[in-house]
């Protein structure tokens, strides 16, 4: 993994796909075919090894029913709390 990458915004990311993932019900295996990716890649996205292109991120978004700017939004909420709940890393 890049050092560059942001470890809370890879964590947040992880969180909120299979949050939404699990509440349409859906594995990672159709989350992955409805997206046009891999399930590997699915599965390190969601242990945050890595992350998504801008444009599978929008493909991500479309195959979890919501906007790019919904699933934006839920990840910075999650940054957010997490960087609330632990001040000592900032």
Known sequence: MRKSQNEAVLSALAA???????????????LAFRAGVHRSFIARVEVA????????????????????SELVEGVDQRVRKESAASPADS
């Open 16 to 30: 909120e796909l299979k949050h939404r993932r699990s509440s349409l019900g859906i594995n990672q295996e159709e």
């Open 49 to 68: 090894q890595t992350q998504p292109s801008l444009s599978v991120f929008f493909d991500l978004a479309n195959a979890l029913e919501c906007s790019a």
